[in-house]
């Protein structure tokens, strides 16, 4: 948010120069600006890391004199604790001290995680140890949404992530309703508009896609985490093709759906271990794939796909060169074959550049 209002001022200032904008269109922008401030700086963080700090010392001041409380008083520390972190929130957002009111509801979603165990222990009650963790998710969301918090939010979305990693661990298959709870936060980030809560989604969806791999086909499935990682890419880009006005949402959906696909083609050559030309084909197309990516970055000024190419592609390299240090002759073939062909790629933009550059020059 701070560099976009950086680079907005900037903006302002060259529309207003060029007579693109009034003083009283300025003056409604920056009226605008102020009215959606977040008012998320240093002391903000600070008070998130206190606030994660205070919830520990609570929880553990509890834990460690456990059995010399009375329960009465147990009960009481614990939901006096959490709803004195709610009513702090509610005191600072009404002095408009948002970034401390965000802390504030982190602290009382950390305390009521507590209590959730603690309470438990106390009543002897033995359950589902991920039913604890959903609970947890779903107080963490509920606080997220009523009180339109977005560290509560993305501090529910980890909750959903552990939750399914413990139920896919225990059940040794897939926990489809995951997703369920993954579609509720993530609409929960586009109500509230809060861009790093979606890729807070789009990073916890391609993380349980690559699971997929893992866990399907007795954990020999990586052919299909690389199919829907390709679609996720392709689908986007024909969907910018037909509605030019998403093409904000193109550049991360590529993004994620590279790593997606690079993360199962990578577990396809060096999980399933191929050998001989399957593993050349499989790595030219890898390369290939991120030389692509490098090209398409820069033919739409997208620098996060640009260097996601340049990093893959370094990494596959890497990984191909350790994989078959053992053969030189055919590690030295491969990467001889694989230079050549990315020289040849060279060559070819390069021609298609200046052709493009002469059809635009002439007349």
Same mark, same amino acid.
């Given at each position: ?39 998320? $700086?240093?002391? %903000? ?35 006096? %604790?959490?709803?004195? $972190?709610?009513? +702090? ?14 802390? +504030? ?14 309470? %438990? ?28 918090? %977005? ?112 993360? $199962? ?5 060096? $999980? ?92």
């Amino acid at each position: 948010m701070l560099g976009y209002k950086k680079r907005l001022a900037a903006d302002l200032s060259r529309w207003k120069s060029n007579g693109w904008l009034t003083d009283v269109g300025e003056a409604q922008i920056a009226r605008e600006l102020a009215s959606n401030r977040r008012d998320f $700086g240093l002391a %903000s963080a600070l008070g998130v890391l206190a606030s994660v700090l205070l919830a520990f010392a609570v929880m553990s001041f509890v834990a460690a004199h456990w059995a010399d409380i009375p329960r009465g008083a147990r009960l009481a520390i614990l939901f006096g %604790s959490m709803w004195s $972190g709610y009513a +702090a929130a509610g005191v600072l957002t009404g002095r408009g001290h948002r970034g401390m009111s965000d802390a +504030a509801i982190l602290f009382a979603v950390a305390v009521f995680g507590a209590s959730i165990a603690l309470i %438990s222990q106390m009543f002897h009650i033995e359950g589902h140890a991920p039913d604890g963790v959903a609970l947890w998710a779903a107080g963490a969301f509920l606080s997220g949404v009523v009180l339109r918090s %977005s560290a509560a939010l993305a501090f529910a979305m980890v909750l959903v992530a552990v939750w399914g990693g413990m139920e896919t661990v225990e059940r040794e298959a897939v926990f489809w309703p995951f997703l369920v709870g993954w579609t509720a936060v993530s609409s929960a980030f586009v109500w509230q508009r809060w861009r790093p809560g979606l890729h807070l989604s789009a990073l916890t969806l391609s993380a349980f896609v690559i699971a997929l791999g893992y866990v399907l086909s007795d954990g020999h499935d990586h052919a299909l985490v690389v199919a829907l990682g390709l679609m996720a890419v392709v689908s986007v880009l024909a969907i910018e093709r037909l509605e030019p006005a998403w093409h904000v949402a193109v550049e991360p959906v590529v993004g994620y759906g590279l790593v997606t696909t690079f993360f $199962g083609a990578m577990a396809l050559q060096f $999980g399933e271990n191929p050998t001989g030309v399957a593993l050349i084909v499989m790595a030219s197309l890898t390369l290939l794939l991120m030389v692509g990516a490098i090209a398409y970055g820069m033919s739409t000024h997208r620098s996060s796909t640009i260097w996601l190419g340049y990093l893959g592609f370094s990494i596959e390299i890497l990984a191909l060169y350790v994989n078959t240090i053992g053969t030189i002759l055919g590690t030295s073939l491969f990467f001889l074959v694989a230079g050549v062909l990315v020289a040849a790629l060279a060559a070819l933009a390069w021609r298609l550049a200046h052709r493009t550059a002469k059809s635009e020059a002439s007349p």
